[in-house]
């Protein structure tokens, strides 16, 4: 029989490994998602995108601009957009870079000053850094084809 302290030592290793696995496990998994992220924020604003994706981002520009000038409510403006996005065939139209980068594109062609479209794209991105950048993104790629 083995004695009591080489026990508790065995099973000390054997719980250390299998913690470290699962912890190695997990770390790979995130940095899985963080390619997912990046290739997501790159491909939303690719000139190369489908024509699919184009028409769903002229709709989201479209319908933001009308709702800029208009001067509607967020909730409804919000609505809108799930409904062009349902007639694309979209379902994560919130997660969607495609969807920020058109409200960028609609903010410019509405000629907002930049203190509303700041306020708006606070709004609509609340504290995702990465959905006020494709806002921002979508602004400039605007404002540089007039």
């Known amino acids: 029989m083995m004695p ?19 912890s190695s496990s997990k770390s790979s998994e995130g940095s899985k998602g963080s390619s997912k992220s990046s290739s997501k924020i790159l491909s939303s604003s690719s000139p190369n995108d489908d024509e699919g994706s184009k028409a769903y981002r002229d709709d989201v520009r479209d319908t933001t601009t ?8 967020l909730a409804a403006f919000q609505r809108s957009l799930g409904t062009v996005a349902a007639g694309h065939g979209i379902t ?47 602004y400039a790629a605007a404002r540089a084809e007039r």
């Open 66 to 73: 009308a709702y800029v000038r208009s001067g509607g409510e």
């Open 4 to 22: 009591r302290l080489a026990v508790v030592g065995i099973l000390a290793v054997a719980v250390a490994g299998c913690s470290l696995f699962w």
């Open 92 to 138: 994560d139209w919130e997660d969607r870079g495609a969807t920020y980068f058109g409200i960028g594109s609609g903010l410019a062609r509405a000629e907002v000053n930049d203190a509303r479209r700041a306020a708006l794209a606070s709004q609509l991105a609340g504290n995702d850094a990465w959905k006020a950048a494709q806002i921002e993104n979508g």
